[in-house]
């Protein structure tokens, strides 16, 4: 790919595991994912120095913090901090 700056060559460095929680310097589309890790390419130009980031799969980062709870009504598994089952309706709250 070319530099979005300069338009040189970019250079891939590979693929890295970026820890979201910790990578505060990237602002964006990213500040908005609030935990887990996310595979990522990144490509540094080696002109202007300019480095970019790709998600390689950003639909399938995890969310520890998703714990799953079973309905007592229904016995289907929700987020535990879900006001009403998402699927029969009770209030679990
Ligand atoms: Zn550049
Ligand atoms: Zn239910």
């Not at 040189?8 to 890790?37: D, F, P």
């Not at 980031?53 to 007592?72: I, K, L, W, Y």
Request: some cysteine.
């Amino acid at each position: 790919m070319d530099c979005p700056y300069c338009g040189a060559e970019m250079s891939s460095l590979g693929v890295n595991q970026l820890q979201l929680g910790r990578a505060s310097v990237l602002g964006g589309i990213w500040g908005n994912i609030a935990a887990g890790s996310l595979e990522t390419e990144v490509f540094l130009c080696r002109s202007c120095g300019k480095l970019e980031f790709f998600a390689v799969r950003p639909m399938e980062f995890e969310e520890p913090d998703r714990v799953q709870v079973p309905c007592p009504k229904c016995g289907e598994p929700h987020d535990f901090d879900d006001a009403k089952c998402p699927f029969c309706g009770e209030r679990l709250l």
